[in-house]
């Protein structure tokens, strides 16, 4: 089993930046794509960004030229650099990975506990 923990977040003035981190742990396992999702009170849980084993990335409309997806794979770890933050950035943002163990074929899915970020006026 695969665990993700994810730290950074925090309250931003608008305009101002933040990076996250997601770091996953466990024991013989591949992580293939991670990703970045947000969910605000009252809203649909969405996708940010994501970003493949060889560094593709993929970015929702709404944070195109301020956000940038990253990861380290020696470290296990996927960051999330926010900048320019809008009050409507403000949700919890929850780390993504599509992992393995081993011996399996099929990559499993695991989510983080989530990290808040709040934007003010």
């Known amino acids: 089993q695969v665990q993700l923990v994810e730290a950074g977040g925090g309250l931003v003035q608008a305009g101002g930046s933040l990076r996250l981190s997601c770091a996953a742990s466990?024991?013989?396992?591949?992580?293939?794509?991670m990703g970045w999702y947000r969910q605000a009170p009252g809203k649909q849980r969405e996708l940010v960004a994501r970003i493949t084993r060889g560094s593709s990335t993929n970015y929702a409309d709404f944070v195109k030229g301020r956000f940038t997806i990253s990861r380290d794979n020696a470290k296990n770890t996927v960051y999330l650099q926010m900048n320019s933050l809008k009050p409507e950035d403000t949700a919890v943002y929850y780390c993504?990975?599509?992992?393995?163990?081993?011996?399996?074929?099929?990559?499993?899915?695991?989510w983080g506990q989530g990290t808040l970020v709040t934007v003010s006026s």
């Open positions: 466990g024991s013989s396992f591949i992580i293939n794509t």
């Open positions: 993504n990975a599509d992992w393995r163990t081993i011996i399996d074929i099929l990559y499993r899915e695991v």
